[in-house]
């Protein structure tokens, strides 16, 4: 008997020394469901949480997120273990429905088996539930027929579980297995195929990471270009970011403002570095690409008064204050805007939508309000703002390319009309 329970010990310890480092080390459902931010897409502007409703627009026509609380009759109160993790990393609904891919299960497809039954625990039992019927696309037929999703799965989608590379670090593959999976962060910084399809969805892959367009706004590049990626990023800079959406010179805004504000600053400090040990890993996008020089000259001509470049008056009555005549901004404060990689994007979209929008760094623990930047669309036309635009993307030593009017019509179409206001509101 002694000698038996003594083979079965030395036999666990073996396979416990030979097993690779985990990817997924335990975590409660809350920390996973923060990981995945599915709160941001599940619950629309003024809605209840994760009750769905949120309009999401395609290049086909609008879809709206569904109910994922655990109400049995317009929720997923019915669905089984196997249904739940079938969704999630096939994209198919219990009642065999083909989910469309804005539903990041090209991703989810990586989440490991205890990391999908802790979900489904958290939904099912921590979740309340809420009657809300799912609302229908409004893609017209026949593009709304689901059938032909199928193909495209086939086509696109790799339904594997994340696999540790073992030449790598046990941090190393943490943070591969979030970025990857369960942050799903390609969803928005990957480039779109033909089929709408990720072009990359690792880093054995070119495109994987390298930026995205999707409604008015541009996710910037996360490899290591060193001009308009993480280049100049350190480790300790990307996890800060992440926590507080600030680093000493830039900010979180738009879309990844919220995702600071609902997601990563709930994850540990361990898995938000494992992000950017990951992250710094990534070969550059361009090796060719180079760091932007110091430049003073804008500086010094907006300190003369010289307002004889395009944009520079602009800039002075309604950016200098906050973001200085030198481009530097202020620290955790207002972002730099010399030789922000966010403003160096061969797509200007995010500045563009930026400035006609506003928008409001997260809102965080260790900053409970945020800062708000007014947006301008009611103040600026598109030539002014496209000069002013192309004044912040050459200044300083920026060196990127002008933005046109056009550009800026393209965008502003896309806005929301402002209200009237009446005369007795106003006083």
Request: glycine share 8%.
């Amino acid at each position: 008997m002694k000698t038996q329970w003594t083979m079965r010990l030395s036999l666990l310890a073996l396979a416990l020394m030979s097993a690779p480092a985990s990817s997924s080390p335990a975590s409660s459902g809350q920390e996973l469901v923060a990981a995945g931010d599915c709160v941001a897409c599940h619950t629309a502007a003024g809605g209840k949480p994760f009750a769905g409703g949120l309009k999401m627009s395609t290049p086909v026509g609008a879809i709206y997120s569904t109910n994922i609380t655990p109400d049995r009759q317009t929720g997923i109160g019915d669905y089984s273990y196997d249904d739940f993790a079938k969704a999630l990393r096939r994209g198919v609904a219990k009642d065999g429905h083909h989910l469309y891919p804005a539903m990041p299960y090209t991703s989810f497809s990586k989440i490991s088996d205890e990391d999908i039954r802790t979900l489904y625990d958290y939904f099912m039992h921590q979740v309340k539930p809420m009657h809300q019927h799912n609302r229908s696309s409004d893609i017209v037929w026949p593009l709304n027929i689901r059938w032909p999703l199928a193909v495209w799965n086939k086509i696109f989608h790799h339904k594997k579980v994340y696999q540790p590379d073992n030449r790598q670090s046990a941090q190393w593959n943490r943070g591969a297995y979030l970025v990857q999976g369960l942050g799903h962060c390609g969803a928005c910084h990957t480039p779109r195929g033909i089929g709408f399809q990720e072009k990359g969805l690792d880093q054995h892959d070119d495109a994987f990471l390298t930026g995205g367009s999707l409604e008015d706004w541009h996710a910037p590049d996360l490899t290591s270009n060193i001009k308009v990626g993480l280049g100049r990023w350190s480790e300790q800079d990307i996890a800060v970011f992440l926590k507080t959406g600030h680093t000493v010179s830039s900010a979180a805004f738009g879309p990844m403002s919220e995702v600071v504000t609902r997601s990563t600053q709930h994850m540990s400090d361990g898995d938000l570095q494992a992000i950017a040990v990951y992250l710094k890993s990534l070969k550059s996008s361009d090796s060719q690409a180079v760091a932007p020089e110091e430049d003073t000259a804008t500086a010094a001509a907006l300190t003369k008064g010289d307002m004889s470049r395009p944009g520079a008056q602009e800039y002075m009555d309604n950016c200098a204050a906050c973001h200085r005549i030198d481009g530097k901004g202020y620290d955790k404060t207002f972002p730099a805007l010399a030789h922000n990689p966010a403003v160096l994007s061969d797509d200007p979209s995010s500045l563009i939508s930026m400035v006609l929008r506003g928008g409001k760094t997260p809102v965080t623990q260790g900053a409970i309000t945020g800062l708000t930047m007014p947006g301008f669309a009611w103040r600026l036309d598109d030539r002014q703002m496209s000069n002013l635009l192309s004044f912040v993307r050459s200044g300083w030593g920026n060196n990127a390319s002008a933005v046109s009017a056009e550009q800026v019509e393209d965008i502003r179409k896309n806005l929301p009309k402002p209200e009237k206001v009446s005369r007795g509101q106003m006083q």
